[in-house]
């Protein structure tokens, strides 16, 4: 495939130094070519717990948490953002894990199920670990 | 495009805003099916039809259930490319203690395309085609040219061993029980997917190459009056945690907040002495709800012995005992520190004592204030919290007198909405939880909005007006776009058409269009509108055309043109 590096003006040299640019020829013609490495984008996770003696739902243990977290760590690798720039000015980037959106999901001191939304595997550890706001009792 | 002569006949066209956006066909969301023979949405296992749902294996439902979502959505937007979402069903970790549910979100974001209202902005890829008329991202369902990826844990499927029998609901009629909606997640996921969602990192305030995006043109802070897509790094940093102070101002869900949020924010109001509050506080999830006109009454500080514990931290304020001033605190409002103990017990102490309400002063930084967790039916007094300046400043008042407080609920601001502009809140709390600040709603929005950063209980399957903004938000960020020229966010109307085409008759006159986003065909659908007979509409038609002949918009050929389509329409 013919390449050629074409930016728009507003995107100086600045943003050239900070961004891996794959550049293409037009929009449509390679913005998956150019990353079709990365075959699934997961963007979100969710846990809850179960109390096995009483099988009541209770919030994690820090044990449980960091291990199912380790788990959510194994399947949202962050990768590095790379942006395709065609010749028609189109910029294309595929997301990073950074900007994906969690769904996570824990059960309170109180018994009750507690869930909330936030971008990326750091933010969803700290949820998972009982380190994000939910509903306090004390 | 728009022209400068039709700038100036904004006042005239400002009163069409309230005409319906243009209709909209809709868009085609495939699910593609990501699992292997025999697994996850292939599996075979024979289960029973349920709410709605007629698949009879496990598989089926699970596809079912995904291309449900897929569907509400669907229906209510408009593209002519088919959003393709990547779907799976995976074995993730389940055990008798701990799973990973599921995920879902999107996979490709594009600035700068043809079709595009705005330059240098980020769109979700799924949104940058719609407007670009094309794949911007062509290429084999299974890659990157997706446009949303979704997978959940297939191992929650009622085996015992996992999570106690807990599963996915998979029917579609949100009758979830204590199971967990896989309907309401797929659509709260999707609606990120789709553009309910910046690409702003709050806690640092950078952005993809640094450019904007389409979510942050509509994001507004009231204290600075600036856009997100205004602000510097350091300005988004903060504005991230200025709490119920960043607002969506996109015309079409501030248009349907009327319709969609109820009125009632609960407050406590300072009735004396002047110049404090009102603070806004978290509601208990024991006692009864906080309602209006409330309950008035003077506030005192509740005084307890001092615990001697293991642990320490008691102090004379934190109302973990009996208190020793119940004489003071009864019949009035009690004020008890946050800390040492549970707030029931807090709230036992303060009922015993005979208080009428309890307010507890939170005694770390934070806000909006959250809410006061915990379960006890034997609570019967309202209790809420306040954030820990909002104590000090009550408390320091009390050190100069009687302070008389009104803890209610202010039927003059719709729930979730800002209180000097009415536009609805967006969730900004401090300290920021990336992710979920700013790219969903507050969650004081009520009746629950699907893209609140919790997904309540309550919720049902719609995802628009008049239970739900998230459609609205899509029309704002451009959905329906009519490429007039005028954002969608601002444009009062959507689906201008280039000439004045009145009831298939095409006048050949060009179909301005003002600084609102309205044109002279949305003039003529407003005599529509509200003639009563054809003879009214016509001239009511007349009357206008006249009107912009008369301010410089139209020829003399180009009135005639009109009123002669007008006089032979069928119109009503």
């Not at chain 2, 008329?133 to 959940?152: Q, Y």
């Not at chain 2, 973990?320 to 009864?330: I, M, Q, W």
Request: aromatic share 6%.
């Amino acid at each position: 495939m013919h390449k050629r590096l074409v930016w728009p003006a507003l995107l100086g040299l600045a943003v050239l130094a900070t961004a891996q640019v794959a550049a293409a020829a037009g929009p449509g013609a390679s913005a998956a070519d150019a990353s079709k490495n990365v075959v699934s984008v997961p963007v979100g996770g969710m846990q809850v717990a179960i109390d096995a003696r009483t099988g009541r739902l209770r919030q994690p243990t820090p044990q449980e948490a960091r291990a199912l977290a380790s788990e959510l760590a194994r399947l949202f690798k962050p990768r590095s953002s790379a942006a395709t720039v065609f010749a028609d000015g189109t910029v294309g980037m595929v997301v990073d894990s950074e900007y994906f959106n969690f769904s996570v999901v824990r059960i309170g001191a109180d018994g009750h199920l507690q869930n909330t939304c936030v971008h990326g595997q750091a933010a969803a550890d700290v949820f998972l670990t009982g380190g994000a706001a939910a509903l306090e009792v004390k | 495009m728009a022209n400068a002569r039709a700038f100036r006949l904004v006042a005239l066209i400002l009163a069409l805003a309230l005409l319906p956006g243009a209709a909209f066909a809709a868009a085609t969301i495939t699910v593609v099916n990501m699992d292997g023979p025999g697994e996850g949405f292939n599996d075979p296992a024979a289960v029973a039809p349920v709410g709605g749902n007629p698949g009879t294996t496990r598989g089926a439902q699970r596809l079912i259930a995904f291309q449900h979502a897929a569907n509400i959505w669907g229906a209510v937007l408009d593209s002519p490319e088919t959003i393709y979402v990547q779907a799976s069903f995976d074995p993730l970790t389940c055990t008798a203690t701990g799973a990973t549910l599921g995920a879902a979100g999107a996979i490709q974001i594009f600035a700068n395309f043809p079709g595009r209202e705005f330059d240098n902005m980020w769109y979700h890829v799924a949104l940058a085609n719609k407007l670009a008329g094309g794949d911007l991202a062509p290429g084999p369902n299974g890659t990157t040219a997706d446009d949303i990826v979704a997978f959940f844990n297939s191992n929650l499927n009622g085996n015992p061993a996992c999570l106690g029998g807990r599963k996915f609901y998979l029917g579609l009629d949100a009758n979830h029980g204590i199971d967990i909606d896989l309907v309401t997640v797929l659509l709260h996921e999707f609606g990120h997917g789709l553009g309910f969602a910046n690409f702003v990192t709050e806690a640092t305030g950078s952005r993809p190459l640094g450019l904007d995006d389409i979510f942050s043109e509509y994001t507004l802070d009231v204290s600075t009056g600036k856009r997100w897509n205004e602000m510097t790094t350091a300005e988004l940093v903060a504005s991230a945690i200025n709490s119920r102070k960043v607002v969506w101002d996109g015309l079409h869900v501030t248009n349907a907040i009327p319709t969609v949020l109820a009125f009632g924010t609960p407050l406590l109001i300072v009735n004396s002495p002047a110049g404090l509050g009102p603070y806004d506080v978290g509601s208990a999830s024991f006692g009864p709800p906080i309602t209006a006109p409330g309950v008035t009454g003077n506030l005192v500080r509740a005084i307890d012995p001092v615990e001697p514990g293991p642990p320490a931290g008691a102090t004379a304020f934190d109302g973990c005992s009996p208190f020793t001033n119940a004489a003071a605190v009864a019949g009035n409002i009690a004020l008890v520190d946050r800390g040492f103990c549970t707030f029931n017990i807090k709230a036992q102490n303060a009922q015993a004592a005979g208080a009428m309400a309890m307010i507890v002063a939170d005694n770390a930084p934070g806000a909006p204030p959250a809410g006061l967790g915990g379960v006890d039916p034997t609570i019967t007094i309202p209790s809420a919290r306040v954030t820990q300046p909002a104590g000090n400043a009550l408390k320091t008042a009390l050190g100069s007198g009687m302070v008389n407080v009104t803890l209610g609920v202010d039927l003059s601001v719709r729930a979730g909405t800002e209180a000097t502009t009415g536009l609805a809140h967006l969730n900004a709390p401090n300290p920021v939880q990336p992710g979920s600040s700013i790219s969903h709603w507050d969650p004081i929005a009520f009746p629950n909005q699907l893209m609140e950063p919790s997904i309540n209980g309550d919720l049902t399957h719609s995802v628009q007006p008049p239970e739900d903004l998230s459609l609205k938000e899509m029309t704002d960020i451009g959905w329906f776009s009519d490429g007039d020229g005028v954002p969608d966010g601002r444009d009062a109307c959507l689906g201008s058409t280039a000439t004045v085409v009145i009831d298939g008759c095409d006048s050949g006159v060009a179909n301005d269009v003002f600084a609102d986003g309205c044109t002279i065909s949305d003039a003529v659908n407003a005599c529509a509108a509200g003639a009563a007979n054809h003879g009214a509409f016509v001239s009511c038609v007349t009357k206008v055309t006249n009107n912009f002949k008369k301010q410089g918009l139209l020829t003399g050929a180009e009135k005639d043109a009109i009123q002669g389509c007008a006089a032979g329409a069928n119109i009503p």
